[in-house]
Nanobody
Framework: VQLQASGGGLVQAGGSLKLSCAAS????????AGWYRQAPGKEREMVAG???????NYADSVKGRFTISRDNAKNLVYLQMNSLKPEDTAVYYC??????????????WGQGTLVTVSS
């Protein structure tokens, strides 16, 4: 199983970006998924999570600005980021619990995509 994150880039403060995470491989189902980020010199933190049924949760710092969503048919997870701030600058990683077979599942990380927000 591989997770491929994309969509990062350079944007001005107040702008928007949409990140995508594509899961590929021997996947029966993509279960709980989430986006994390790690800024320089800081620990990795959870940004947003979504269950297989679509329930979501967000870090307080991004509530009202970021939206996580998923396309179960295509094994895709998205993060729409609006009203971006310089403090959102970080490498963003997707993470997912994946069922790969009968009673077989694992936790996987994407490679990260850099988001830079200029002031």
């Amino acid at each position: 199983v591989q997770l491929q994150a994309s969509g990062g880039g350079l944007v001005q403060a107040g702008g928007s970006l949409k990140l995508s995470c594509a899961a590929s491989g021997s996947i029966v189902s993509l279960d709980v998924a989430g986006w994390y980020r790690q800024a320089p010199g800081k620990e990795r933190e959870m940004v947003a999570g979504i269950t297989g049924g679509g329930s979501t949760n967000y870090a307080d710092s991004v509530k009202g600005r970021f939206t996580i969503s998923r396309d179960n048919a295509k094994n895709l997870v998205y993060l729409q980021m609006n009203s971006l701030k310089p403090e959102d600058t970080a490498v963003y990683y997707c993470n997912a619990e994946v069922t790969t077979g009968w009673r077989r599942h694992g936790n996987y990380w994407g490679q990260g995509t850099l988001v830079t927000v200029s002031s």
